[in-house]
């Protein structure tokens, strides 16, 4: 059902959060123990990470993973350059994380999981959590006198969690979601099938993809940017043996790299949170920086205002693209789509969004909708009107 809010919709069970001063402690940085052993190990080699929070009351049953997202690295140099970063290694990753949206414990914030179990597993493999290369690499960085040696695990990294998640009493979680946000946002998608499978059989398993939902467009040049760029991280990284083999025996790994095509193929039920003039898509698929070297877009990128009437055309192109290619998913009972005409990136995992009126479609947030999804008592789809249709937040840019 296409929807248009064409008012500011006033929800007093809904609060802003930039209205409140909600204080939350931060949650402290985990080490996967023998990671080096396992070989599930960061791009340099340095042990992956976690941040765990446990659940009490009604919720100490429940799981939330959310898998964090940050891009990837389609390169053997572009991966070097990563592995000494927080993205690449644990080394630089901080001791602490201040949960947002829907891992905070805030009862206000998030109402409906605020006491699970919530675990943020830490990216630092560049591939969704999906690269599987046995020997490490060695790469010739500019200006570096040594060659640097990288690796390509990210498999084993979610597996190995996984399996540790699972001695610290996810093996009893009646239900468990797998969630993620951008890049991790696809990684829930690519591993929504494993999840099911490293979990005992009764446990109810759902997948969140958060902002994840990344399609094969051409940018505004005729490039297949996108398209191309994920083709060089699935052969960097040997990503294939990730993917679910439902989607290779129908599609290539570049393909199955496209959360489109992974959507037919995925056996519990999904949700697909997204915006559908999404601002990393529109700034790195869209609108790559190579495809305007004039900079006519520059002035549209910072304010919808400054846009012209042939830019907006481009936009909402771009979003009935993005309905095409959720089209195949919009029938089956296991999904259910969220889809918000608005201009952000992530929305579960940005607090000001979340639970407030900048998520809202017909009176119910991002966070109501998937609340009431993990319980099963509503999985209707929600899709917005084209912009500027929302009146929540018509002239944002998040």
């Given amino acids: 059902m296409v929807l248009c809010n064409f008012a500011v919709v006033a929800v007093a069970a ?27 190990v960061c791009l340099d080699g340095s042990p992956p990470a976690y941040h765990f929070d446990k659940g009490s009351d009604s919720g100490i049953s429940n799981w939330i993973v959310h898998l964090e997202g940050g891009g990837w690295c389609e390169s053997n140099v572009a991966c070097a350059y990563r592995s000494s970063s927080p993205l690449g290694s644990s080394l630089f990753m901080g001791k602490s994380y201040a949960f947002p949206g829907i891992l905070s414990s805030s009862s206000t914030i998030n109402p409906y999981f605020y006491n699970w179990n919530r675990v943020l597993l830490r990216y630092c493999d560049g591939a969704s959590f999906s690269g599987n290369v046995e020997a490490a690499t060695l790469v010739d960085v500019p200006g570096e006198s040594e060659p640097r040696k990288i690796y390509f695990r990210g498999l084993r990294i979610w597996k190995a969690i996984i399996e540790h998640l699972v001695t610290l009493g996810m093996s009893s979680a ?7 946000n951008s890049a991790g946002g696809l990684a829930a998608l690519i591993h929504c099938n494993s999840f099911k499978e490293l979990l005992p059989g009764g446990t109810d398993v ?12 051409k940018d505004i040049s005729g490039q297949n940017t ?7 991280v699935v052969d960097t990284q040997n990503v294939s043996d990730a993917l679910p ?15 489109s095509h992974l959507l037919p193929h995925i056996v519990p039920p999904f949700f697909i949170l997204n915006a559908a003039y ?20 520059a002035l549209c990128k910072k304010s919808l205002q400054a846009c012209s009437e042939d830019q907006i055309m481009i936009l909402q192109e771009f979003r009935r693209q993005m309905l095409s290619y959720l089209a195949p998913s919009s029938s089956p009972c296991k999904s259910t789509i969220f889809l918000l005409s608005c201009f ?15 998520s809202i479609i017909e009176n119910k947030t991002a966070s109501d909708a998937v609340g009431e999804w993990s319980y099963a008592s509503n999985t209707e789809s929600k899709i917005d009107g084209e912009y500027p249709c929302n009146g929540n937040c018509e002239n944002l840019l998040m």
Avoid: M, R
């Fill in 344 to 358: 952000y990136h992530n929305i579960a995992f940005n607090t000001d969004i979340w639970n407030t009126k900048l």
């Fill in 174 to 180: 009646h239900k468990a979601i797998l969630a993620g």
């Fill in 226 to 232: 996108i398209e191309n760029f994920y083709a060089n």
């Fill in 278 to 297: 999404d601002t990393w898509q529109w700034n790195n698929v869209l609108v790559p920086p190579s495809s305007d070297p004039q900079g006519d877009w």
């Fill in 245 to 259: 083999s439902g989607c290779l025996k129908e599609n290539t790994p570049n393909q199955c790299f496209f959360a």
């Fill in 14 to 40: 809904v609060v802003a959060f930039f209205q409140l001063k909600v204080i939350v402690a931060d949650v402290e940085l985990s080490l996967l123990p023998d990671a080096e052993t396992t070989g599930a």
């Fill in 206 to 217: 759902k997948c969140l993809s958060d902002a994840g939902f990344f399609i094969n467009v």
